[in-house]
Each structure stands twice: as C-alpha cells, then as structure tokens.
C-alpha cells in the first residue's frame, strides 16, 4: 500500500550531522511500523533504528544509539532519521522499510521499502 522515497542524504565531515526524510504515500501510513536499514559497500544490510506506529517505541542498534534518533511526523506522512556525531563508518546507502505487523530489527519484517539514500561521511 505504501511508497516510500528517501531524501536528504549526502556527504559530511566526521562529527557532523544529517537529517534523512521518507516521505510515505498511502492512506495506511500512520498503521505501520517504521524502519532505517543501511547497506555499506561489500556489507550486508543492517538494523539501523525502527519505530512503532503510535510513536509509543523505538528500538536501535548499538551502534548508533545515543546518537541517532528516529521520528515520524504521520499527519505529513514523514519518517525522519536524526544523525548527530557521525563517523566514516556510518557511510552506507540509507533505506526506509516498512512493516505491517510488528516494529522489528528483522529486515524480513519489512515488506515496503524505499530505493535507499547515499550517507558519505569523511575523515
């Protein structure tokens, strides 16, 4: 039901930060579940942070807990990845996913999935 576009990547130094967009179509929106995967060259995907539907959880990897947030605006239809002291090896293609039943690490729990957005960040 959902189509999903990211925006809002780019390059920046180390330390600096960025905000990712995915703007969602769709009148079910606000019913699923929110995701950020990432995808490093010659790594697999990987669990960046998820949130729920009512706002009410959020989950995130170790990795960049503390220093990322996620948050969904649904009247505009928007889930936002804050992305505060990056490091190089933050540098991946971004992707929003979304997931119908539950919020999840799981990528297999993500049946809605944007082309993904290009995080450069330098040294």
């Known amino acids: 039901q959902v189509q999903l576009v990211e925006s809002g990547g780019g390059l920046v130094q180390a330390g600096g930060s960025l905000r990712l967009s995915c703007a969602a179509s769709g009148r079910t929106f606000s019913n699923f579940n929110m995701g950020w995967f990432r995808q490093a060259p010659g790594k697999g995907r990987e669990f960046v942070a998820a949130?729920?539907?009512?706002?009410?959880?959020?989950m995130y990897a170790g990795s960049v807990k503390g220093r990322f947030t996620i948050s969904r605006d649904n009247a505009n239809k928007t889930v936002y990845l804050q992305m505060n002291s990056l490091k190089p090896e933050d540098t991946a293609v971004y992707y929003c996913?979304?997931?119908?039943?539950?919020?999840?690490?799981?990528?297999?729990?993500?049946?809605?999935w944007g082309q993904g957005t290009q995080v450069t960040v330098s040294s």
């Open positions: 949130i729920s539907r009512g706002e009410r959880d959020t």
């Open positions: 996913a979304a997931s119908p039943r539950i919020i999840s690490p799981d990528a297999v729990e993500y049946n809605h």
